[in-house]
């Protein structure tokens, strides 16, 4: 059994760890909270989530709700307490923050072969383990950050993304607000949408443009990932660009009038409770005056009273391609391993997915001797496939998409296809978990 040291216990450091307990390994696991936070984090838990509270979609023939079943079967500890902490959210796979990190805090607590230390690692040294993971997220700690440098030849990489603000439920005027989820789809409560015409919407775009902005730093280059851009950013390329992105009314007519408003801002139950609303994709860098401001001239939300500020973070990854194999191993040290965002993946989903590979393949390597990665025709696969197959010069950090999976059913209908793909990688996922358990 090998003896193994995780940095981070975030969700790829915690997942990680309990698959290596789990399979009879010692564990190491240093966590720098609550002595030393991250901008983002708040508690002195495992695996908070530090901006919206979602998995995202649980359909059957998307990407992430593949990845969700093929974890589900592998005995995730990430999807065994989302599902113990699931709110609803039509189609999306939500969950109560504070009692899901409670529930993964309980979990490595109670594993008799992890031993958790409050500490920040400065360094990448293995001393006598032997392995390394190093699961310390897109908001590693400065020292860590500057060791990972070193290690791989000072190539590594940062951007910064945004999180979008939180709002006290009972600061919504509801009689201007309506329920209702895309499509009618979910109980029919688990969305509210506050509608805009096109006058209000083209008066509050102007002012969103005008409002003002935390400043870079010299350390920023204002680079951020396509798929978490701020709103102000989206605001910039278009006056249209936000309605065809998360203000897009497809979907949202009024269940009364039938109409379909020029533009919606949708809020997402953010506990179970129903105390607080997130604003689905308003992550923002605006001053924190500014964002009350914007969002008060919002139909419904004249009073709102924000809860979290949306803010702007680093987002630390490395250059996959470059310094990574498929299974996670360095190519420098194929004992050191990188795990969860820092690997270039994106989302709770894929950074817990990654801890869960990590820890399968050390598993491998501690019996026999080599780590064979998952097919790439699977979510999880998928996953070692992007980081180790895409272009170097181009990487950015991705979610899992289709575009990532590989294709081994050839040309038929789209919908078909789908159905053929997910049956396939889950069946595969199926042979594989047996072999695990
Ligand atoms: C601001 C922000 C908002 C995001 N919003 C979303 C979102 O809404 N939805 C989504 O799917 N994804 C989001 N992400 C992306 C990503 O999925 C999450 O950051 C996710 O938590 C990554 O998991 P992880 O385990 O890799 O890192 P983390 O969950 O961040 O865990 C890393 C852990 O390592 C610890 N640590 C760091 N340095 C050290 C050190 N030197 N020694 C010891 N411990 C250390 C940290 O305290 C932390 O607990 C967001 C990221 C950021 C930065």
Same mark, same amino acid.
């Given at each position: 059994?090998?003896?193994?040291?995780?940095?981070?216990?975030?969700?790829?450091?915690?997942?990680?760890?309990?698959?290596?307990?789990?399979?009879?390994?010692?564990?190491?696991?240093?966590?720098?909270?609550?002595?030393?936070?991250?901008?983002?984090?708040?508690?002195?838990?495992?695996?908070e989530?530090?901006?919206?509270?979602s998995?995202?979609?649980?359909?059957?023939t998307n990407?992430?709700g593949?990845?969700?079943?093929?974890?589900?079967?592998?005995?995730?500890?990430?999807?065994?307490?989302g599902?113990?902490?699931?709110?609803?959210?039509?189609?999306?796979?939500?969950v109560?923050?504070?009692?899901?990190?409670?529930?993964?805090?309980?979990?490595?607590?109670?594993?008799?072969?992890?031993?958790?230390?409050?500490?920040?690692?400065?360094?990448?040294e293995?001393?006598?383990?032997?392995?390394?993971?190093?699961?310390?997220?897109?908001?590693?700690?400065h020292?860590?950050?500057?060791?990972?440098?070193?290690?791989?030849?000072?190539?590594g990489?940062?951007?910064?993304?945004?999180?979008?603000?939180?709002?006290?439920?009972?600061?919504?005027?509801?009689?201007?607000?309506?329920?209702?989820?895309?499509?009618?789809?979910?109980?029919?409560?688990?969305?509210?949408?506050?509608?805009?015409?096109?006058?209000?919407?083209?008066?509050?775009?102007a002012?969103?443009?005008?409002?003002?902005?935390?400043?870079?730093?010299?350390?920023?280059?204002?680079?951020?990932?396509?798929?978490?851009?701020?709103i102000?950013?989206?605001?910039?390329?278009?006056?249209?660009?936000?309605?065809?992105?998360?203000?897009?009314?497809?979907?949202?007519?009024? #269940?009364?009038?039938?109409?379909?408003?020029?533009?919606?801002?949708?809020?997402?139950?953010?506990?179970?409770?129903?105390?607080?609303?997130?604003?689905?994709?308003?992550?923002?860098?605006?001053?924190?005056g500014?964002?009350?401001?914007?969002?008060?001239?919002? #139909?419904?939300l004249?009073?709102?009273?924000?809860?979290?500020?949306?803010?702007?973070?680093?987002?630390?990854?490395?250059?996959? #391609?470059?310094?990574?194999?498929?299974?996670?191993?360095?190519?420098?040290?194929?004992?050191?391993?990188?795990?969860?965002?820092?690997?270039?993946?994106?989302?709770?989903?894929?950074?817990?997915?990654?801890?869960?590979?990590?820890?399968?393949?050390?598993?491998?390597?501690?019996?026999?001797?080599?780590?064979?990665?998952?097919?790439f025709?699977?979510?999880?696969?998928?996953?070692?496939r992007?980081?180790?197959?895409?272009?170097?010069?181009?990487?950015? #950090?991705?979610?899992?998409?289709?575009?990532?999976?590989?294709?081994?059913?050839?040309?038929?209908?789209?919908?078909?296809?789908?159905?053929?793909q997910?049956?396939?990688?889950?069946?595969?996922?199926?042979?594989?978990?047996?072999a695990?358990?």
């Open positions: 059994m090998a003896r193994v040291k995780v940095i981070g216990a975030g969700l790829a450091g915690s997942e990680c760890a309990f698959g290596l307990a789990r399979r009879g390994h010692t564990v190491q696991l240093f966590e720098m909270r609550p002595a030393k936070s991250t901008a983002a984090h708040q508690t002195s838990n495992l695996a989530l530090v901006c919206s509270n998995f995202r979609s649980s359909a059957p990407a992430v593949l990845l969700k079943r093929e974890l589900s079967m592998m005995d995730s500890l990430v999807m065994r307490c599902e113990l902490a699931r709110v609803p959210a039509g189609d999306a796979f939500a109560d923050r504070e009692r899901f990190a409670a529930e993964v805090t309980r979990a490595i607590a109670s594993e008799p072969r992890i031993t958790l230390h409050r500490d920040e690692v400065l360094t990448l293995r001393d006598d383990f032997d392995f390394l993971v190093v699961a310390t997220g897109p908001l590693t700690s020292p860590l950050f500057e060791a990972i440098d070193e290690f791989l030849g000072r190539d990489l940062y951007f910064y993304d945004a999180i979008a603000p939180i709002l006290a439920a009972d600061s919504l005027d509801l009689s201007k607000l309506y329920w209702k989820s895309r499509y009618g789809k979910g109980s029919g409560t688990d969305y509210l949408n506050a509608a805009m015409t096109k006058e209000q919407y083209e008066t509050w775009i002012a969103l443009l005008a409002a003002e902005l935390y400043p870079l730093h010299d350390f920023e280059n204002a680079v951020h990932f396509e798929g978490c851009l701020p102000e950013e989206i605001a910039s390329r278009g006056i249209d660009t936000l309605r065809y992105g998360p203000m897009k009314p497809v979907g949202l007519e009024h #269940p009364v009038t039938g109409e379909r408003p020029h533009a919606v801002v949708q809020l997402r139950k953010e506990d179970l409770s129903d105390d607080y609303f997130n604003l689905v994709g308003f992550q923002t860098k605006m001053k924190a500014e964002q009350k401001r914007i969002l008060q001239m919002i #139909p419904g004249e009073n709102c009273v924000i809860a979290r500020h949306g803010s702007m973070h680093r987002n630390t990854f490395i250059n996959g #391609p470059k310094h990574l194999r498929a299974t996670f191993q360095t190519k420098k040290d194929e004992r050191v391993f990188f795990a969860g965002q820092i690997t270039g993946v994106e989302g709770y989903v894929e950074s817990s997915a990654v801890g869960l590979l990590t820890a399968r393949y050390i598993d491998e390597l501690a019996r026999d001797g080599a780590a064979s990665p998952l097919p025709h699977t979510a999880l696969g998928a996953l070692g992007h980081v180790s197959e895409s272009h170097p010069d181009r990487y950015q #950090p991705s979610n899992v998409t289709w575009a990532v999976i590989e294709d081994t059913i050839g040309r038929c209908k789209k919908i078909e296809k789908r159905e053929r997910v049956a396939k990688a889950l069946a595969t996922i199926e042979s594989l978990a047996g695990i358990a």
